[in-house]
């Protein structure tokens, strides 16, 4: 059975680039009701979890990362409007009418909208023209800067996507704010109950990683700190299953292994391997490449001498909005593609990837 609870607590929780650690303390929670007390951090925040089934056997990465796009407080105006600066890629068009959720150093929360000059007070110019982010604001519905500072709100607080987790009229299609990448922290906390229950040949490090939208770094500290054998990217990547697409990547028809993006050419031995695997196993799985955007496996294939990678990517609708959907089926079968995968990368099988 799934775990949508899990699901629903990790796409809730709030957590910019930089800002964390609401995801991190979760994080160490499952860790240690898993039984996994070898857990350790880098210096940006990037949590890991060490898992052994063989301690001669090759180090294997799954990273997922903890930080969602959101928005920084950058100046609080006489008015008590909040200027912000985009956290993340966001698209401008998605920002303007929107609930967000302030969060003060304190831990304070406040419910803020994003607003911007309204369409009857435009020209005809400002009309034909797309909102530019620089005039936009959050209104958190307070008189002044005196007022808006009195409640603790200060440059530098974050604002992230005031959204609940839904199922939608399937019930296996999953709503939430912050799919990119709770739900590759899901995946790997889960690949890691069930490796821990059934044994495997190597030494698992589970990365919640940080940073990853403004420049997948924390991917490059915690690779440095593990320098893995062979390391695993677990995000979303867009679906294509929408009016005016393809339809070459839907939503559960199974989880996709990226053969190419900004950041990354996959390395090609790992990814024939996984391919094998998942038809042995009956797992669906889709290919797909990004011309733009990257994973945690592009900044973890750099560490050292190299390490042979491959991002693994739940398709997702409507990413860098506030809204995503995925599919359970995707989740679940993703989960099983690793588990099968790792069980399967033994010593010798991971030197003939990277030697072969």
């Known amino acids: 059975m799934v775990d949508l609870e899990m699901l629903k607590e990790l796409s809730e929780l709030d957590g910019i680039s930089g800002r964390e650690s609401y995801v991190r303390k979760y994080v160490r929670k499952k860790f240690s009701e898993l039984g996994i007390e070898d857990v350790t951090r880098d ?63 304190e831990g304070k929360k406040y419910r803020a909208v994003t607003g911007a000059k309204a369409p009857h007070l435009l020209s005809p110019e400002e009309r034909e023209k797309t909102v530019n982010v620089d005039d936009m604001f959050l209104d958190i519905g307070v008189e002044s800067r005196e007022e808006a500072e009195g409640l603790g709100i200060r440059i530098g607080d974050m604002a992230v996507p005031a959204r609940t987790f839904a199922t939608l009229a399937n019930p296996k299609y999953l709503l939430g704010k912050a799919w990119d990448d709770r739900i590759g922290v899901a995946v790997f906390l889960e690949v890691m109950r069930r490796l821990k229950e059934d044994g495997h040949p190597n030494v698992i490090f589970g990365v919640g990683s940080v940073q990853e939208e403004v420049g997948l770094r924390g991917a490059k500290t915690s690779g440095q700190m593990v320098n893995p054998d062979i390391a695993f990217a677990i995000d979303v990547t867009a679906a294509k299953d929408t009016p005016k697409t393809d339809n070459s990547l839907k939503l559960g028809q199974g989880p996709a292994i990226l053969v190419y993006d900004s950041s990354l050419i996959a390395h090609v031995a790992l990814r024939e391997r996984v391919l094998a695997i998942a038809k042995e196993e009956g797992i669906p799985v889709q290919l797909d490449f990004l011309k733009r955007g990257g994973t945690d496996a592009g900044a973890i294939s750099l560490v050292y001498s190299g390490v042979p990678s491959l991002p693994i990517c739940i398709p997702a609708r409507y990413i860098h909005s506030h809204v995503s959907v995925i599919h359970q089926d995707d989740y679940e079968n993703a989960v099983k593609l690793l588990v099968a995968v790792i069980k399967k990368l033994d010593r010798e099988t991971v030197n003939a990837i990277i030697f072969d």
């Not at 940006?44 to 990362?65: A, M, N, Y």
């Not at 200027?83 to 967000?100: I, M, R, T, Y």
């Open 43 to 105: 210096g940006l925040g990037s949590v890991v979890g060490r898992l052994v089934g063989d301690e001669r056997g090759p180090k294997i990465i799954l990273s997922g990362h903890m930080d969602e796009i959101g928005l920084m407080v950058t100046k609080i105006t006489d008015e008590g409007f909040l200027k912000f600066q985009p956290v993340g890629g966001w698209w401008s068009h998605v920002l303007l009418a929107q609930e967000f959720t302030v969060t003060t150093s």
